[in-house]
């Protein structure tokens, strides 16, 4: 059967590039970078040379980056780090309702610490409203986290605009560190610490074809922040314990790679996505783009298909060999619908539908032309077995949900896992 | 080991009785697209025995699994067998659901159960 991956904002294929530049470092250059023995020094030169390899990329100094396990432990470094900096100066923190799990749950640890959080809405389309951003700076204001780009809807920020806002506002007293979660967007469209005038950078090397274990975060020279683990000398006493050298080294091509094809890799991806985009509204009806039209990641495709729900769409893709994500309550864990839809104020029941095809270099054409071919045929058997797509057949009519609709009185069951 | 058991996927693959009867004897709607999720069943009765029984489910996987398995069982059965019909009893037969999912066992047995007593109000009358 056809297999054809479309989850890539969770994870990308590795580039065969990267594993070969990889291989030598598990059996035969095993050293200790932190030995000066010659096999510690071929680590320590591989360090240092992925070290250089992943600044490029960003425009950054090659002793501005960090090498992590993963965008999640950078995320938390930079927060959890720079918040506990920066506590004698203030303990106002502002993040973005839309940013990632690491993000949403490091504020929450450190909201229970006494810190205080201010969270920026958004807009249906997921952009970051810049009025609420302006209001929300304080004096004792010390930290910003607000991601790159999203990779659930695809919306890409102002992020250049929104530092210049921040360090601008007459509200403040502070220096103020503004880090962007990255991990969406490096490797896939152009990104320039130095042009963004940005202080924190979280990128990760498992959405850029690299392998899974290897992340940094860059830290423009002089912005404090207190490491998170205590140990040893590794990565300048910013994170202890010893670098997983084969998956730096990965990282460390994979960047490389990156900047020498993003672009063309930008536009092939791009052109595969608005054609999905163009053509599965004209096979299907009542579907509904999620994110920005313009500013979007070249290989996002997120929509809502009406009177359907996204579980059962995913479940029924992957039996086709297409396999895709789901932002409905039943996709997630904890059976709500994602809080990035719910931030974007999407009609919750509409919602429910949401199905995500992420593409990556590795997509063809003839897989686009596999989705528009067996894609309307899951919804049509979806909604040929849809309660509310018989309702709204028969009668014009959509049935609402929410308190004083048709579903008022029976809403028991959805709260049985908090 | 795969989310759903194989029988979940195979009644979510292949669902028996989807659709609706015209003249149903009894209609029981649950559930809410809030939640995900919403079943409305139909049956037909005679001689206090399920004779006939269609759904239609807007839901997840486990959800469209639960309502083909319950119009499944319920067929042929008398209504007070239908009403001892329990949750854990349609989980079972489904080889278990994943912690997070047994709601969706719930409204199976809760829409056939609200379709009966429709049944009975209307015959009440």
Request: charged share 25%; proline share 3%; hydrophobic share 40%.
């Amino acid at each position: 059967m056809k297999q054809i991956y479309l989850d890539n904002q969770s994870n990308t294929k590795l580039d065969e590039r990267v594993l070969d530049a990889m291989m030598p470092f598990f059996v035969e250059y095993y050293g200790n970078p932190q030995s000066i023995y010659s096999l510690g020094s071929i680590s320590k030169d591989a360090l240092e040379t992925a070290r250089q390899q992943v600044a490029s990329l960003i425009n950054a100094d090659a002793k501005e980056i960090v090498f992590t396990a993963s965008g999640t432990e950078s995320n938390n470094l930079a927060i959890k780090g720079i918040a506990d900096a920066l506590k004698s100066n203030g303990k106002h923190i502002i993040v973005s309702a839309i940013e990632h799990f690491s993000v949403l749950n490091s504020v929450k640890r450190l909201k229970n610490e006494g810190f205080e959080v201010s969270f920026i809405p958004v807009d249906a389309r997921g952009n970051i409203d810049e009025y609420e951003l302006k209001k929300a700076l304080r004096k004792d204001t010390i930290l910003v986290s607000i991601q790159y780009a999203n990779s659930e809807v695809g919306t890409v920020q102002e992020i250049k605009k929104l530092v210049s806002i921040v360090k601008k506002s007459d509200n403040t007293s502070n220096f103020i560190v503004f880090h962007t979660d990255a991990v969406s967007a490096c490797g896939t469209i152009s990104v320039d610490v130095r042009d963004l005038d940005i202080d924190a950078l979280t990128l990760s090397a498992s959405v850029m074809y690299g392998p899974k274990g290897a992340a940094a975060l860059y830290i423009k020279k002089g912005v404090k922040i207190n490491s998170q683990m205590d140990g040893g000398v590794q990565e300048n006493f910013k994170r202890s314990g010893t670098e997983n050298i084969p998956a730096i080294v990965g990282f460390g091509m994979a960047c490389e790679i990156a900047k020498k094809e993003i672009i063309r890799n930008s536009e092939i991806v791009q052109k595969l996505r608005n054609k999905l985009i163009a053509e599965l509204p004209k096979k299907i009806e009542h579907i509904y783009l999620n994110g920005a039209q313009e500013n979007r990641l070249p290989g996002n495709i997120n929509f809502s298909i009406e009177f359907v729900e996204g579980e059962a769409l995913f479940l029924l893709l992957d039996a086709k060999g297409i396999m895709a994500a789901s932002g409905s309550a039943c996709a997630n864990k904890n059976l709500k619908l994602s809080h990035v839809l719910t931030a974007m104020n999407i009609d919750v029941a509409v919602g429910q539908g949401s199905i995500l095809f992420t593409l990556s270099k590795f997509n063809t054409e003839e897989d686009i032309n596999y989705i528009l071919e067996e894609f309307p045929k899951v919804v049509k058997r979806l909604r040929d077995m849809s309660p509310l797509y018989s309702y709204f057949t028969k009668t014009g009519k959509r049935k609402t949900a929410g308190p004083g609709t048709d579903f008022d009185d029976h809403s028991h069951h959805c709260d049985i896992e908090e | 080991m795969p989310f759903y058991s194989e029988k979940v996927m195979e009644h979510f693959a292949n669902p028996r009785n989807v659709g609706e009867i015209k003249d149903a004897d009894g209609i029981g709607e649950v559930g809410n697209p809030v939640c995900g999720d919403m079943m409305t069943f139909y049956i037909k009765v005679k001689d206090n025995k399920i004779e006939d029984v269609k759904f239609k489910t807007f839901g997840c996987g486990a959800a469209i699994a639960v309502s083909s398995m319950v119009s499944e069982m319920v067929l042929g059965k008398t209504i007070e067998e239908v009403m001892s019909l329990t949750n854990a009893d349609v989980a079972k037969s489904l080889g278990g659901l994943p912690p997070n999912k047994m709601h969706c066992s719930n409204l199976g047995a809760d829409a056939l159960h609200k379709a009966i007593e429709n049944y009975k109000s209307k015959r009440g009358k």
